[in-house]
């Protein structure tokens, strides 16, 4: 089993979209829950409990992916050995992300859109309210770590 987690400022945007939609493109393509197991985090504690963002929840429910269980949590410290990859979407998730766990000892760590060749970030729709550049930015992540994942 491969273990990914997402991780971005409030679990309520950037990461659980990635965490749905790799869910959703890896069923589509025949992976099983035995085959990966994916969850999504916060760096802070604003959200702690919150559910999904409801734009992110209406593109994502738009595409048929019911993310409604969906509560944010925070990284903790611990957790850090038991995921394979640490999905981030920008530089300063990755910075959080060394706060909590320490230095990324294991190369567990990288930015979504590394993925797709692009070293960019993609931005918070929080503060841009560009949800939909966001979905599209993430969806490809998502389509290109996909590849690269050995069953």
């Not at 409030?10 to 959703?24: A, F």
């Amino acid at each position: 089993m491969i273990n990914i987690l997402f991780v971005c400022h409030g679990n309520i945007c950037r990461s659980p979209m990635g965490e749905y939609l790799l869910r959703d493109i890896a069923s589509r393509k025949g992976w099983t829950e035995a085959d990966l197991h994916i969850e999504s985090a916060a760096t802070s504690t604003e959200e702690i409990g919150n559910h999904v963002y409801p734009p992110v929840k209406k593109m994502l429910e738009e595409h048929g992916i019911n993310c409604s269980k969906k509560r944010a949590r925070r990284l903790k410290h611990d957790e850090y050995w038991d995921w394979d990859y640490i999905i981030a979407f920008d530089n300063e998730n990755v910075r959080e992300i060394a706060r909590i766990c320490g230095p990324d000892i294991g190369h567990k760590v990288h930015l979504l859109k590394s993925y797709t060749g692009d070293s960019g970030e993609i931005a918070d729709p929080w503060y841009t309210r560009d949800f939909q550049t966001c979905y599209d930015e993430t969806y490809a992540g998502c389509e290109e770590l996909l590849k690269i994942l050995v069953r």
